[in-house]
């Protein structure tokens, strides 16, 4: 289980959250916004985890959609 301070984009308040990570992504287990009750959030946070991960894992040798790329072709005889 991991445990970070991220800002919650809720609030914007300094928030501790403990996670687990999954094949699915980050899952929240607690939250210091909501000390013994039940989280009422959309955990935008492991949201915004998720793909801040997604995007670091991008391979820089593989095009993506949108990947401005220009190849010059010579023929040659």
């Not at 970070?4 to 300094?14: D, F, Q």
């Amino acid at each position: 289980m991991n445990a970070k301070w991220v800002t919650c984009p809720e609030t914007a308040h300094l928030e501790k959250i403990e996670l687990l990570h999954s094949p699915l992504g980050w899952l929240v287990r607690a939250c210091s916004r909501f000390p013994g009750c039940l989280m009422d959030c959309p955990r935008t946070c492991a949201a915004r985890l998720d793909r801040r991960d997604r995007d670091m894992s991008i391979n820089e040798d593989e095009l993506a959609i949108g990947d401005n790329i220009s190849l010059g072709i010579k023929l040659v005889d």
